[in-house]
C-alpha cells in the first residue's frame, strides 16, 4: 500500500538533544545555543529519516543536518552560520518536499525546513495575504476558504506553495486567475549573507522571483500573495477509454477550439485506472464568481457528448475539496521517475503515442497542465517566459508498491516515461522550453527557457544575493 505524503505528524516530530548534535554534528553546536527553540535533527536522531523524507523514495541523499527554524531571524541566523563557516556549509531549502530530484535536500549539507513557517494573514480589505514560506497549498486553501477566499494552488494538496508560485506554478484555476508566480505581489527573502531583503526594496529581485526563485537569491520566508472570494466550483472526473483516444481527443480539440472559457481548467490524466484499465480521465473543473452555475452545468453537458462516459464524478465543490480529492493520486510516497514534456496542442500524432506506448498497471500517468485564459497574459513583471497556449505534459512514472528500485516493474514504469518523453521529442512536438519545476536538473537550459536578456539579468542577480552560490541545489541554474 502507498505511503501517504507527507507524514501527518511531521510537525510534531521531536529534534535531537543538545548530545546528540554535539555527538552528529559538533560544527553547529554554537548555532544550536544561540537559538534554544531551534529543532535539529541529525543522523542518529530518531526522526532524521522523516524530515528527510520526499515524495520520492529514490531520493536517498543525507545531509548533515535539517534544522527548523520557527521564525526569520532564525532562517537568518542559520543562513549567516552556514556561509561564514570554514568550510563553507551548503544549504537546501525544504518546504513540501515535492521535487521529484532531491533538490530540497543536500548531502552532508544544512536542510532548512520551512514548514513551520505557515502562518496566514489576511489583508482587511481581502485583498491579499502574507503566507509563510513553508505553507502547503492545501493548508493555505483551506485556511483561505474558512474565511470566504480563495487563490490558485497545485493538484497536490501537500506540494509547498513557495516552490510551485516561484517556478511557474500551474494548477486548475489558471485560466481565471493566472499562474501561481502571477498571485505574487512582494516577498521577503533571507540572502546568502543572512540579510533580510524585502522586495518593495528592489523590484528586480521581485520580477526574478515571479518565476525563477526556487532557491537561487535565498530563502523566501514569506509571500504576500493575491487572494479572491472563494468561486464556485463544479469539479471532478469524467473517464474515457483510450481506446477512443483519436476520437475524444479530437472532440476536445475541436470544443476548446470554438470556445475555451477561462473558467474551465481544460486539463487531463492519462494512465491505468482500476476497474476501467487504460484511460483518459478530464479533470473537470469550472470557477465562476458568482454562485450561479447554470454556465457550468450546460458547458459539461455538452462536453460530455466528446465520447462515451465511463464514470462522471463531477458536482459542486470547493477548490479546497476538489484539491483533497485527487491525494490517493497526487499524495502519496512512491519510487518515481519523472519526465516532461510542453507541447502547443492535442494532435492525433501526439494521441497516437499515448495509445501506442502502453501504461503499466499501477500508478504510473500522464498529466497535463492546459495554459490559456490568464496565464498566457503577458507580464512584464514577471521573468517566467511561456506565456502563448501551450499544454505541459507530466509524465509521472512509478511501479505499484511494493516495488521499488531494482524491480521489474521499477523497469517498465521508467521504461513509459522515457519512452513517452523521447517519442513526443523525436516527432517534433516538443516546445524547446520544458517546465522547470517538472525536469531534472540535468535537462535545465536557462537560456533556452528564459531568453539571452533575462537569463543575463537573473544572473546579475544570483552575483548580487548569492554569489559564492550557497544554495547550489536551487535553479534555475546560474552559476
Avoid at 483561505?144 to 494538496?157: N, R
Avoid at 497556449?389 to 516495488?403: D, K, R, S, T, Y
Amino acid at each position: 500500500m502507498a505511503q501517504p505524503y507527507p507524514l501527518p505528524s511531521i510537525a510534531s516530530l521531536e529534534g535531537a538533544s543538545r548530545e546528540t548534535v554535539e555527538a552528529d554534528a559538533p560544527s553547529l553546536l554554537p548555532l544550536f545555543d544561540k537559538h534554544l527553540s531551534l529543532s535539529a535533527f541529525t543522523r542518529s536522531t530518531a526522526s532524521f529519516q522523516d524530515v528527510c523524507q520526499t515524495c520520492n523514495i529514490n531520493i536517498t541523499i543525507q545531509p548533515l543536518a535539517v534544522l527548523r527554524p520557527r521564525t526569520e531571524n532564525e532562517v537568518s541566523s542559520v543562513v549567516a552560520y552556514c556561509a561564514g563557516h570554514s568550510p563553507r556549509i551548503p544549504v537546501a531549502v525544504l518546504s513540501g518536499g515535492h521535487s521529484m530530484w532531491g533538490t530540497c535536500l543536500v548531502q552532508d549539507g544544512i536542510v532548512i525546513d520551512l514548514r513551520a513557517l505557515e502562518h496566514v494573514e489576511v489583508a482587511e480589505d481581502k485583498s491579499f495575504a502574507r503566507i509563510g514560506g513553508g505553507i502547503t497549498g492545501g493548508a493555505l486553501n483551506t485556511k483561505l476558504e474558512s474565511v470566504g477566499l480563495s487563490t490558485p494552488t497545485g493538484f497536490c494538496t501537500g506540494v509547498g506553495y513557495a516552490g510551485w508560485a516561484l517556478g511557474g506554478g500551474y494548477g486548475v484555476l489558471q485560466g481565471k486567475y493566472g499562474l501561481g508566480c502571477d498571485q505574487i505581489l512582494a516577498a521577503r527573502v533571507v540572502a546568502a549573507s543572512g540579510e533580510v531583503v524585502d522586495t518593495k526594496d528592489d523590484p528586480e529581485l521581485l520580477w526574478a522571483l515571479r518565476g525563477a526563485g526556487n532557491g537561487n537569491f535565498g530563502v523566501v520566508v514569506e509571500l504576500t500573495i493575491k487572494v479572491y472570494p472563494q468561486p464556485a466550483m463544479l469539479a471532478g472526473n469524467i473517464a474515457f477509454s483510450m481506446a477512443d483516444g483519436q476520437s475524444v481527443f479530437a472532440k476536445f480539440q475541436e470544443s476548446i477550439t470554438e470556445e475555451f472559457p477561462d473558467e474551465f481548467s481544460g486539463d487531463f490524466l492519462c494512465g491505468y485506472v482500476p476497474g476501467l484499465g487504460p484511460s483518459i480521465l478530464m479533470l473537470y473543473t469550472w470557477v465562476q464568481e458568482n454562485d450561479d452555475l447554470t454556465k457550468a452545468k450546460a458547458h459539461l453537458e455538452k462536453f460530455q457528448e466528446i465520447g462515451n462516459v465511463l464514470l462522471n464524478t463531477v458536482a459542486e465543490t470547493t477548490p479546497a475539496q476538489f484539491a483533497s480529492s485527487l491525494d490517493p493520486v497526487t499524495s502519496i510516497r512512491l519510487s518515481y521517475h519523472f519526465r516532461t514534456r510542453t507541447v502547443k496542442g492535442i494532435t492525433p500524432e501526439l494521441v497516437q503515442i499515448f495509445q501506442d506506448v502502453e501504461c503499466p498497471v499501477g500508478p504510473s500517468h500522464i498529466i497535463s497542465h492546459h495554459a490559456h485564459g490568464a496565464a498566457i497574459k503577458p507580464d512584464p513583471t514577471s521573468c517566467f517566459p511561456i506565456r502563448t497556449p501551450h499544454i505541459v505534459l507530466g509524465i509521472g512514472a512509478a511501479p505499484p508498491p511494493p516495488h521499488g528500485e531494482g524491480s521489474q516493474q521499477m523497469d517498465e514504469a521508467r521504461a513509459y516515461s522515457d519512452t513517452l518523453a523521447t517519442t513526443i521529442k523525436e516527432k517534433g512536438l516538443a516546445l524547446d522550453r520544458a517546465y522547470m519545476n517538472f525536469s531534472p536538473p540535468e535537462e535545465h537550459d536557462t537560456a533556452l527557457f528564459y531568453g539571452t536578456e533575462a537569463t543575463e539579468r537573473l544572473r546579475a542577480l544570483k552575483k548580487k544575493y548569492d554569489g559564492e552560490n550557497l544554495f547550489l541545489k536551487a535553479y534555475p541554474p546560474l552559476v
